[in-house]
């Protein structure tokens, strides 16, 4: 348990709502990150962060921002939901050995 | 264009029996291979991986063999258990040096008892 966790855990929006997803982590990793899950593409990075305030675009950025104004939170925005954004949200941190990157429980959003 | 490939959607094994789980990659770069395991309604979980200077990393009843000159890397499971149904992801780091993961599109296996 690396102690991520991300809130909400389920959330229905309607599109063109502004949505933002929450990634907590308690043990002060430098690096974060969040992927979409989506059935016939594995894991896309969206956006990462490698430090407060420094962030950088993914594979699948369009339509999401993001802001990590302290060490544990790094949050992500859909500024104007689209239908296409409806997907399981995962974010990551880090930590140990190498590369290897721990995963929150997800998020998983609905956009009608 | 996908720089690691998982060409199996699927697979189903016996309980007992091995699972092989195989992955592909294109990027002659990647010099470290990550496996994650995902249950459905949880966050994929870390499982083995390998460093390119080796061509084997074991743990338990896991082992990862790597496949350099054919840019190929498998996932063996002896015995397979029905808790080790779950969807398998390979990944590999961007570049080399505290970079995002680039992930396989996954593999999901059953296994049957």
């Known amino acids: 348990d690396a102690g991520i966790t991300q809130s909400p855990r389920h959330k229905v929006t309607e599109t063109g709502t502004p949505v933002t997803l929450r990634c907590h982590q308690t043990?002060?990793?430098?690096?974060m990150y969040w992927y979409r899950q989506d059935p016939g593409h594995g894991l896309r990075l969206i956006h990462y962060s490698y430090g407060v305030k420094d962030t950088d675009k993914g594979e699948v950025s369009d339509g999401y921002s993001v802001s990590r104004s302290k060490t544990e939170d790094f949050l992500l925005t859909l500024e104007s939901a689209t239908s296409s954004q409806t997907s399981v949200y995962f974010c990551?941190?880090?930590?140990?050995?190498?590369?290897?990157?721990?995963f929150g429980p997800g998020t998983r959003l609905l956009v009608l | 264009d996908q720089q690691v490939k998982q060409n199996s959607p699927s697979l189903s094994v016996q309980e007992g029996r091995i699972s092989i789980l195989n992955c592909d990659y294109t990027?002659?770069?990647?010099?470290?291979f990550l496996w994650y395991k995902k249950y459905p309604a949880e966050g994929p979980t870390f499982l083995i991986s390998?460093?390119?200077?080796?061509d084997k990393n074991e743990d338990g009843r896991f082992t990862v063999f790597l496949n350099k000159s054919a840019k190929h890397l498998s996932l063996h499971i002896v015995p397979s258990q029905p808790g080790d149904s779950a969807v398998y992801f390979c990944a590999a780091p961007m570049n080399s040096g505290n970079t995002p993961l680039v992930f396989g599109k996954g593999t999901r296996l059953s296994v049957i008892a």
């Open positions: 043990e002060n990793h430098r690096y």
């Open positions: 990551a941190i880090k930590a140990g050995a190498q590369e290897t990157q721990y």
């Open positions: 990027n002659s770069m990647f010099d470290y």
């Open positions: 390998i460093s390119s200077i080796k």
